[in-house]
């Protein structure tokens, strides 16, 4: 079950009736704390970590700072200003306490107005774009404690859905690479058996579609015999740059490169061109002297190379289908990053 821990500041009886009304919802595990002392207390305890933090209005110092230590230790943010970032509440702060607020919608997973006319004022600022609009029942008959509770729950799982790699384990990793592989081959006797029990399914597959191997992934259980119930995918949070990864299958090794190069250039490089490019190497046609020989023609040998690396820990292409020596560079780590990166928001 989720666990969300709203913080609030102490003496302010409307925030408080607001943040109770949040921790009834029965399907998510909710605290409330006022105190920054016995937050920044229990940050120091991993095993005490919630998923993710809702602060609720910004005039505490005290608290924005807890946040922020929140957020280095690598807590999820939810924020909602409840009206604390208007421009005129705003203008009278010193400079600094400004840039700490900036920081703090920055690094919020999402931000929550109160009113359409907040998200405007909010959307202007530039700090973020991910800005949700619930209704507050305790100043508006328009809406309702129970409808509160589950837009707020669909925020939390958006949040959740967000920047999904970072919360796969190893495990799920893993049995990512080898349905790529299985689903590239069709056979799976080019791959180990998986532990279906130690895979998050619904990370891996909600990953997979947002990389636009999907498909390629089904294809993988489907070869390997893997029986398993739906999983139903839900949205996430998109970086602004995000766009769906296009296809370049049925291209040359030449073109596909080319394309890899250019993604790459754009820090956006998706998993689903690696698959492509580990596809194509396996074709019978591709021969290894010829296809050196073309990518040194281009100047595109080197980045091929370093490439090559990247290929067998994503999609475990065999040494068997590489035309050189995969080579461990800069270059090769800046792949690895531009990936890891993809959907970071």
Known sequence: ???????????????????????????????????????????????????????????HPGITKATALAYRKGIRIVLTPHGELEPWEMKNNMPARNSMLKNLVAHSYAVIARSSME?????KQGWNSRIETIRNPLITHTTNA?????????????VMNSNILELMDEATQDALKTLIKAGITGDERWVRPIDTEAVNWHHLLLYAQLEGVKTLVERGILAMGIQMREVEITHSFLPDSYTPPESVIGKSVIDIVRHIQKQTSKQQL????????????????????????????????????????????????DEGYMPCEPTENSETKQIRKIIKKHLEI
């Not at 998200?119 to 959307?123: I, K």
């Not at 129970?146 to 958006?158: G, P």
């Open 270 to 317: 998706a998993l689903l061109s690696l698959a492509e490019l580990d596809a194509a190497l396996r074709r019978e046609d591709v021969e290894d002297d010829l296809l050196m020989q073309q990518l040194k023609a281009e100047k595109i040998d080197g980045f091929f190379a370093s490439l090559l690396t990247v290929l067998n820990e994503q999609t475990g292409l």
């Open 1 to 59: 079950m989720l666990s969300v821990l709203h913080i609030y500041p102490p003496h302010n009886a409307m925030l408080a009736q607001y943040v109770n009304m949040l921790t009834n919802d029965s399907m998510i595990k909710s605290e409330a704390i006022d105190d920054v002392n016995a937050l920044t207390l229990r940050l120091k305890d991993p095993a005490q970590h919630p998923d993710l933090i809702h602060q609720h209005g910004c005039n």
């Open 146 to 158: 129970e409808e509160l509770m589950v837009k707020h729950r669909h925020i939390y799982q958006r």
């Open 119 to 123: 998200a405007e004022e909010l959307s």
